[in-house]
């Protein structure tokens, strides 16, 4: 039993660790510089697919 909560305590470690490097990554490439263009765009996008 205590192997099963040791690999699932792992897994949960790695998996935390993997989402915090991916959102450091994201931050240092840009991806959260100006979101509210992002919003603007797609709805653009949707108003012109209306017309």
Request: hydrophobic share 55%; net charge negative; glycine share 8%.
């Amino acid at each position: 039993m205590a192997e099963l909560t040791l690999i699932q305590f792992l897994v949960a470690l790695f998996m935390g660790l993997g989402a915090v490097c991916l959102f450091v990554w994201g931050v240092l490439s840009g991806l959260f510089h100006d979101v509210e263009a992002v919003k603007y765009r797609a709805y653009r996008a949707e108003v012109n697919d209306d017309e």
